[in-house]
Every structure is written in C-alpha cells, then in structure tokens.
C-alpha cells in the first residue's frame, strides 16, 4: 500500500492547489500553514518509500489508464527521484515560509500558493513518473503554473509580456520533447521507462535516433534555460521573488537537466550526444556568466548566473564520462541550495530597500548585516570559495575538464575554457558581494533599510547553513543521495570517487585558484567591460528576436485570416466544395475500381417519367429560388419524388419517414416563410459569379452521379447478413431495420435523438422571445385563419389517426413503422389541429410541455438501457416474449418497444416544439393588430 | 434503373449545389434540403437497389434488401428535419437582428 504514496503524494499536491484558495478566505496565516501542510502531507506520502530508493531499489507502481495508447498511470521512485523529491518538498517549504512574509500584506496569498502547489504537484509528477507520457503531461503543468506565476502581477504588462514568452519558450519546447518522448516510444516499443532505459542500444542504431535526441533535447533545453532559448529566463524575473528563488532557480528550470540525466542511459554514448549537449552547455555557461556580471538588476544578475549553472550542468552531462554525471547531479544539489538562498536574499535586499538596482543598493551590510552574512555565503559558494558546497561541485567539473576527453584536440582548451568560466563566477559573484553590501552608501532609496521579520531571514539561513554543511561534511550529509541518484542517473553503480572538503594540492585547486585571482582583476576592471557591453549589446538580445520572431508570426496569421475569413458565405460554401471535388477526384484517380456486374434492374417507363419530375422539381427549385411558395412546392415534389423511390427499392419504412418528415418540413418551410419577402430582392451577382457557381454545381452533379452509377453497378459485400439471422431470436422482430434501431444499433438511436432534440432545442432557444414584422399579410388569408371545414374534419380525423400512429408505434418491430414514423405522423396530427382551431385553444387542450416531452423521452429510452444493465446484461440489451394481456390475449412483446416509445416521444416534442414555436412568433405580432382592428 | 437513380442523384447534387452558392438564407435551407435528400439516397444505394425485397423476415422471401443502410437513412431523415428546423431558426434570428436575409448578414453590403 505504500506504493500508493506515489501518486498520493501528487494527487495531494494538485488538491491542495484547489483548496488552498478556499481556505485562505479565513486569512494569510491559514493560507500559509495550509500550504505547508499540504507538502508535509506529500513528504508523508513519499517518506515510507525513501530508504528503499536510497538503498538504490527502483521501486514502480502501474495503474492501466489508456492502455491502448501505453499511457498508463505508472511511477517510479529511484534515486534521481528522490533528489528531486527532496529538493521540491524541501525547499518548496522554506519559499512558503519566506512568501508568507515576503508578498505584500494586501495579497490574500489563495491564489499564490494555490498555483504554487500546483506546480509541485506537476514537478514532483515529472520526477516520480515512469510513464514518458505521463511525465509529458506533468512538465506541461510546470509550465503552465510557471506561466501563471510569472503573471502573477497581471496587472504590469511586463510580467504578462514575460509569461507569455515564458510559455511560447517552454510549451513550445514541451511539443517538441512530446513528439520525442513518441519517437522514442516508438523505437523502444514502449513508453516505460524501464523499458526505455533498457533499450539504449536499440535507441541508439536507430536511424530516427538524431530525430528523437534533438526533439528531446529541444524540449530540455527550452525548460533548463540553454542557449539560445535562455531569453525567457531573465524576464521570468517579473514573478515575485519567491517564484524565483522556487521555480527559476531550483526546480522547474532543473527539469530540463532532470531529463538529461533520466535519460543519459538511453541516449548518450554517441558524438551527437556529446557535440550536442556539451556544446550547447558549454556556450550557455560562459554566455551566461558573461553576461551576468553586466547586469544591473540584482535579480537580473541571479538569473543570468543561473543560466551560466544550468549550461555547466548540462556541459557535464554531455561529457559523457561516468564521473562527470556524477558531478552534474552534485552540482544539481549545490546549485538548488545556494541559489534559491539567494534570491531570498535578494528578495529581501528588494522588499527593504524598494528596488533591485545594484547601481543604488550599496554598503547594505551597515543595514542588515545578518542578511548580509547570508548572502555572502551562499554568494562565496556560487563562486566556488573552499569549504563550501559549490566549491566541491566545481573542482570535480574541473578535474573532469583535465581526463582525456571523448574528441581529440579539447585536451588544453577544455581546462582552460573551465577556468575562464570560473573566472567570470567569480567576477559576478563578488559584484554580488560587494556592490550590495559595502562599495559606499545606498543612492537615493524610497526608505531606509532595517533587517527583515526573523521568519523572513530564517529559510536564507537554512539554505546558506546548508552550503557549509554539504562543504564541510560532504560525505556525511549527501554522500549517500549523490551516489543513489548517480546510480539511477548512470544506470549502474558510479565510479570510486571521494568525497571530501579538501584533496590536497592538485592541478583542480590551482585552477580554482586562478578563477579565484582573475575573477577579483576582471570585477575590478569591470568599468571597461560595461562600456564596450554599452556599445554592443543592442545587437544581439534574446527577447528582441523573440519579438520579433512573434510579431512577424503573428503578422502572418493576420494576412491569413484576411485572406480565409473574409465573412462571405458563399465563398466559404465554394471552397469547401472544390477541396471536396478535388479529394473526391483524387480518390478516384488513385483507387483501382472493380468491374461492374451485369445484373441491373431494367428501367420502366414510370421510373423514367419519375426522374422527370424528379428533375423539374429540383431545378425548379434551383431556378425559382427567389419565388420562395413556388420553391418550396418544387422542393415537395422532389421529396415525393424521392420517398417514391425508397418504396420502389423495397425501403417501405424510409418511404414512409420520407413523406412524413416531408409534411412537417413543408409546413416549417412555409411558416418561416410568412416572415421573409415573398420575392426575394434579386441581388446582382456577377455574371462572371454565376458562371462559376453553375461550374461548381455541374462538376458536383456530375461527380456524384458518377459515384452513384460505379456504386450501384459493382458488387459488394455486406454485413447485413448478421442482422437479418439474428432478427427474430435475437431482436424478437420481424422488421429488420425496426430490430436495428432500436435493439442493434440502439445506442447509435439514443445518439441520434439527443441530436435530434439538440437540434429542436437550439432552434427554440432562437426563436424565443423573437419578434419579426410578417412579410407576407394578406387579408384574404387572415380571414381565413382557421377554415370550418378543416375544423369539422379534425373532430373524427384526430383520434383515428391518432389511433393509426399509435398503431403504426406498435407494429413497427415486426410491420413498416415504428417511433421514428409513428412519432412524425403524431406531430403531424397535432399541427393540422393547430391550424384547425387555433394554437391557443389547441395549447389550453393540449396540457402538455414540450421540453418535459423531450426530457421524458430520453429518460425513457436511456432507462430502457440501464434497466437491462440491473439485469447484469450490458446497455440496452433487449429482452423479449410472450406476455399474457388481458382481452388482447399471449401478445408478443420486446423490451425495445419501451425504447421506441422514447424514440416516439422525442420526434413529437420536436415537431411540436419547432413548430408551434414559429406558429407564436406569428400571433406575437398579429394580436395587438387583430385587436386594434376590432377595437 | 441503376442509371436513373444515379442520374437523380447528380439531379440532386446540381441543384443543391447552386442553390447552396446563394446569397439569400432560405435559398440556402431549400439547397441543403436537396443535397440531404442526395446524401440520403447515396447511403440508401450503398445498399443496392432491391426490388420487392422489403427487409421484413416474414418466411417466404428468400432474399432481402440491405437492412443496415435503411436503418442509417432513416434517423438521417429525421434528423435533417432536425437540422433544418434549426437553420430556418437561425436564419430568422439572423434576419431579426441584422435587418436581413443575406447569408452574410443584413443585406450583404460589406
């Protein structure tokens, strides 16, 4: 059960991101303890786990979730993940410590940590999960919450300008690394992990391998910050200072470098491996280093530097030697450690002094010299001063720079290249060091600084008590971490190494101690530097490009849309139209077509004279559009024409649909038609137009004709068969299609009467409360509303033909008929009654509500369903027999006829419901006219 | 007669077609009206034509028309009464609030 501890952990995570916001309407405090207890609870969770993983057990749970498309909920502990769980759980408690004192005190914080926990829940999913695209899923949460967080002031347009380029960065980099993860899916044969990893080779001789590796590195190196997607970075400094410290310094941008290392067994090994990442690590680590130095923001400084850590971590993972991942993984910890310590700080320095400029921040150890304490520690371990952990990291990643390297030539060039990297840590460091806390007196701030809440000064503490501990007892406090999550990282136990604070004089400690003397000349010289960076930095710039890059995108899409979506019908109809002549052309041309059979039925002089007419009604209907009365008796030709034939190619139920859903479709038509101009204005289309359209209309004529004749003349093959045996035993019906609806295929017919009453439904929602002026009033016609004669003749007509409906209902399981028919002829019925009397002495009679009509019909036919599953049979199983009735006597009975009565019930509130929908609008407008009159 | 019914249907086609093209909503209703009557046939004939086979299993006929194919026409039909009532819906809406019956709104002078 401790297994579950996995995805609990998560799980607890992602719901505490949805409380939290809830519970911190009772306060700030609540919020803070809430949050901090929703990590604790996530440690809880993953703690049983944690000495098995630590003793290098991989521990995995699987849930299936969509098999078929190997995603399962699969996690996986080992060390790696550990690290990582560590450090998000860890450090995740210290930031909502330093938050809840740090954000102003107007900010209710639900929505700061909400957002917050989620995105360690996303992160911890990323680290725990063994399924590639389950991780996917997860890294997008990261960076979705990144996204959010950065906005967080969304109320400065710089930090949504941040965000937004934070996500295009990242999501974009997310897409990629999907597309690899599916690759890599592919080749593997799996997407586990376990498999994965075990498949290296295989991965490897793979011609797509080059594909999959740079769509995976794409996607790390977009999330770690890497040259030259590192841009998004600096401007992700806009996200309160906490965010920094947590998601942009030791977390999220962390899970790019995770990656790398999970997925060094499989993929590295190769020169593209290492030319890749090292080389791209390494042009990040001095660029950022650089750069780092010029930076005037305090916060600018850190996120450059950590650009500059993350390209180091990322060059040592592309070393590819046993010992050099072991020292990325060391540096992973160091990194975390010192550099959110000092965002803190420099949140602090910020939240104190009211801006972040180093050129005004100066000699602030006189103001808060405990801060100042801290910071200058964490800062000497990120420039790699002994006995502190940085330093450790760094002469590791020296002395690997010294072993013969996997390419000839970078024997001397790569100590030396590690040097001058060193060089400019040291450079930006010291800035850090000296420009804040001593070099004079603050220039000009808004108040005068005083050391912050001790709460606030507390997690720095910690952090910067951490990099002297890891210094000064490496073995002892992460000793057994590092070899684990090496291990896991490696995919094998890790070469001897040592671990200790001091390993006497060696070619490491004097290139330290270069970096260290050249890094004190180049701050001291910086003023050069500044001006020559004043001079050519405009022309190079990230977030220009970026703009640029968007704008231009952007631009793009506009004179897209410009094109495409130029608001004209007609035009939309023509394309879409030719795009299916052209596909249907296409298909043709491509498809060998089978030879056609002899056997054809021999036309009859009626078939003929029934094409005829068929042919004047459809053109007529084309050519007298605009006489609309006369189009639409064109159309009821055309549709008699047609349900005419359904009955002559034995289809006696389409035939009788036909006609009925003809009736009610004519007296739509011609209730609509009281409110449009009985002559539609002829509008004076091109001839050029008109030309094209008859083109169109010829070519689809043709096309469809043709498809129809090759259809009907080959032979085929059908499925029916199944249907027409099964019938009776199974259906307990003689009316095949009848069984197929309602019992076969039933739950394609509860679709497609939702539809149906989707439909009706959207067409009520439009026509309520609509008001139009009638277009076609004439007198003779209102005087004769409502003819005597068809009112005499409604009186015997309704109940027997009521009756024929309810008959044609019954029979239609084993007869022509059924709900659909039986449903229309009912609807019919009721409308001629309208027409007879009137819709309100129909409606006063007529107590019933349309939409419960809807709402009984579907709950009958989806009832009808269920009750088969209390039998233990699956949805809509039908059962059928011999029930006894009274009078009627032994009757033969199914189950489906329930589901048919739904099927019923919804055709009648449909047609009753449109129908009488557009009956009121009429006599909306009509009543205070009639009474004007009389009055 | 497989002939005229393919030549119904290209009848169909045209028709609908060049009334779909129009500028007026109704000429547009009454054009898909024709094209789902089209649609509704082709589907119909993926069955073959079957004379005096109605697909009833009633013990004397030895062969029956495709029962699959109906059964889809049939809900088809209904609900392109379903789908028309909704376009005649819009295309009042539409009417009502832009002041008329051009398919782009009002009277189409954009």
Redesign the interface.
Known sequence: MTLAGLPLSILALLLGAALVPLLARSGRGVAAWSSAAVLGIAALAVAPLAPAALAGTVTVLRWPWLPEWGLDLAFRLDGLGLLFAILILGIGQLVILYAAYYMPPEDGLGRFFGILLAFAGGMLGVVLSENLLLMVIFWEITSLASFLLIAYRHDASEARIAARMALAVTGGGGLALLAGVLLLGRIAGSLELSAVLAAGEAVRAHPLYPVALALVLLGAFTKSAQFPFHFWLPNAMAAPTPVSAYLHSATMVKAGVFLLARLYPVLSGTELWFALVSGTGAVTLAYGAYVALLKHDLKGLLAYSTISHLGLITLLIGLESPLSTVAAVFHIINHAIFKASLFMAAGIIDHECGTRDMRRINGMFRYMPQTAVLGMVAAAAMAGVPLLNGFLSKEMFFAETLQEPPVAGYAYALPAFATFAGVLSVAYSLRFIHDVFFHGEPVGLPRTPHEPPLWMRVPVGILSLLCLVVGLLPQSSVGALLRTASAAALGGPPPPYELAPWHGFNLPLAMSAVALAGGALWYRFRGVLFDLHERFAPLVGGPAAFERVYNAAAAAARLLMAAMDT????RY??LL?LAALGLGLHAVAGAGLAPPHGA?????PV??G??VA??VG??G??GL??R?PL??VF?SV??L??SL??L???????AL??LS?EV??IV??LL??R???EE?RA?D?PRRRRLG??A???A??????????A???RP?E???GF??EQ??PGGGG????NV??VDF?GF??LG?IW??AL??L???A??EG???RPHALRAASEADRHPVMLAMLMRPLLPLALTVAFHILLRGH???GGG?IAG?ITGIVLILQYLAVGLDITSARLRVDHLRLFALGLALAAGTGMASMAFGAPFLTSAHGYVPIPLVGRTHLASALAFDLGVYLV?VA??LL?LS??GR?SQRELRPAACGGQG | ????????????????????????S??????L??LS??A???I???????????????GEAER?????P??L???A??????????L??????A??ETGG????GGE?E?
Do not use: K
């Not at chain 1, 002559?648 to 389409?654: E, G, H, N, T």
């Open positions: 608001g004209r019908l007609r109809v023509a139209l054809v039925i021999p036309a009859d078939a003929i029934a094409l068929l042919a459809a053109f209907c084309a559009h605009r609309r189009a639409v159309a055309v549709g024409i047609v034939t359904f002559r190619f034995s289809a006696p139920d389409l649909t036909q859903v009610v479709t739509l038509l609509a038609l409110f449009l101009p539609a509008t289309a359209d008859a169109i209309a010829g689809g004529g043709l096309g469809a004709a043709a498809l129809a004749y259809l009907l003349t085929f059908t499925v029916s249907f027409v019938s009776v003689t009316n095949v299609v197929i609806l295929r394609d017919t497609e539809v149906l439909a009706a959207g067409a009520h439009l026509l609509l008001r139009l084993n007869l022509p659909f229309l055709v449909t047609v449109v929908e557009l609008l | 007669m497989e002939l005229l019914v393919s030549a119904g249907i290209g009848v169909l086609v045209a028709a609908g077609t060049w009334l779909l093209l129009r500028e007026r109704f000429s547009v209703v009454l054009g009206t024709l009557y089209a509704n046939l082709m119909f004939a993926s069955g073959r034509l079957a004379a005096d086979a109605p697909p009833l299993v009633l029956l028309a495709d029962p699959l109906q059964a026409v049939l809900t039909i209904v609900i392109s009464f379903g789908t028309t009532a909704f005649v819906a819009l295309a009042l809406r009417s009502a019956d051009h398919v782009d189409g954009r």
